[in-house]
């Protein structure tokens, strides 16, 4: 069963939902939304209580103001907003893409808070030996978009991105980070959120590394086993390095929990299988 819930915090009203039992797991993306983490969520549901959202801006949540930005800081006390309502002192924690960069950015505010972060390709472009190439591609997106619309700039995107673009471009392909697949959306909207709002803050996030390794969260770094081409592959390997720990191999590409669910929670488990059982341990 799935429960929807609404909180209202500064500026926002935050959609979110829960399912299953047991410790805290939270299923962070941005912008995907709770709906595109759905499959995923049910298999973990057996184990956790998983909590998806939509990122303010983005589906179910609104804004006060429709022209904020949102900053991977703002999301993770969004985030943390979320916990303290479920009452929740420690969670468990997947992010992928820009969920990925919430997920880092919310444990450099309140590491106490996570115990294990999976972190599932963050585009982390200034970790790159080109970032000032790519910050200039971002830039273009942007100003594309506002120019010619949604289209040319999910094209760029896309080709950026590392993404096939042969068969033509229809808002964003599954797991490629683009605005919510769901035909109720207001696809113009969503991507104007994404182009305007969010790419620029995300992919410029420069997590503090060593506070990563000081805080008492483990950090994972996850990259798809077919991502090999894509520019989160590098920004990845990047991050697991400067981490000293080698990535986790997840099942697809950069939308794996999209097209291979179970297989996908399978290894999504056995990444948090120590939290799991710390918790369990300290439960007796």
Known sequence: MTTTEFLDVPG???HYEIRGSGPLLLVLGSPMAAADFALLADEMAADY????????GVAGSTLADIEQDSTPELRAADVLA?????????ADVFGSSGGAVTGLALVEQQ?????????????????????ARRHAEVDDMIDTFRREGAEPAWRKFMISAGFD???GVDGAPEGAAGPPPDESVDQEAASARFFCHELRSTTRFLPDVPRLIAGPARVVVGIGADSGGLTTYPTSTALADMLGAPPLTFPGDHGGFL??????????????APSLSAVGNSAR
């Open 259 to 272: 097209t291979e669910p179970a297989a996908f929670a399978q290894v999504l488990g056995q990444a948090l």
């Open 82 to 90: 979320i916990m303290d309502a479920v009452g929740a002192d420690t």
């Open 111 to 131: 590491p106490g808070r996570v115990r294990t972060l999976v972190a599932h390709e963050p585009p982390l472009l200034d970790l790159l030996s080109d970032a």
């Open 49 to 56: 209580t998983v909590v998806t959202y939509d990122p303010r």
């Open 165 to 167: 673009v042969s068969e």
């Open 12 to 14: 926002a009203r935050l």
